[in-house]
């Protein structure tokens, strides 16, 4: 028991407001590198796909969502 952790009392993180251009070139820039990672998916063959572990059904999945999701 002298290895237990104590959660008794719980630390809240004060919540940090981020400016509205920040957040907005931040979200352009993950919705970018989704578009950069789906297009290298697009161009595994099936041998990559399997040892990643993801089926052709899967690579098609995720190809057709748009980039901001």
Do not use: Y
């Amino acid at each position: 028991m002298k290895d237990l952790q104590n959660v008794s009392t719980i630390s809240i993180q004060p919540l940090v407001r981020v400016h509205p251009l920040r957040r907005l070139l931040r979200g352009l820039w993950q919705g970018l590198e989704r578009a950069r990672t789906r297009r290298l998916l697009a161009q595994l063959d099936q041998r990559d796909l399997a040892d990643m572990g993801l089926s052709h059904a899967d690579r098609l999945n995720e190809l057709e969502k748009p980039f901001w999701r």
